[in-house]
Nanobody, 120 residues
Framework: QVQLVESGGGLVQAGGSLRLSCAAS????????MAWYRQAPGKQRELVAA???????NYGDSVKERFTMSRDNAKNTVYLQMNSLKPEDTGVYSC??????????????WGQGTQVTVST
């Protein structure tokens, strides 16, 4: 079992910045990949950013050149630095871990989500 806890969400003005964190804990052997997703009311959940344990990243088209994902493998923690925020970035941001537990079972785990609201 793996637990994910997100933090760092809140209210920010357009053009501002936020940094989200997601810390994984539990019976972890390794986490090959982690990702951030977001969902706004009335919209489909979309991939924001993903990162492998080796540091390879990919981003959704709408956040490229504005958001940066990073990780600290020793802490099983990932971060999402969000700059130049726009109102359309508003939504619930959720962390997902592709994790291998100590019993060798590989599964996806989700955090509870953190609200990001960008005002004009």
């Amino acid at each position: 079992q793996v637990q994910l806890v997100e933090s760092g969400g809140g209210l920010v003005q357009a053009g501002g910045s936020l940094r989200l964190s997601c810390a994984a804990s539990g019976n972890i052997f390794s986490i090959p990949a982690m990702a951030w997703y977001r969902q706004a009311p009335g919209k489909q959940r979309e991939l924001v950013a993903a990162i492998t344990s080796g540091g390879s990243t990919n981003y959704g088209d709408s956040v490229k050149e504005r958001f940066t994902m990073s990780r600290d493998n020793a802490k099983n923690t990932v971060y999402l630095q969000m700059n130049s925020l726009k109102p359309e970035d508003t939504g619930v941001y959720s962390c997902k871990a592709d994790a291998i537990c100590t019993d060798w079972r590989r599964r996806d785990y989700w955090g509870q989500g953190t609200q990001v609201t960008v005002s004009t």
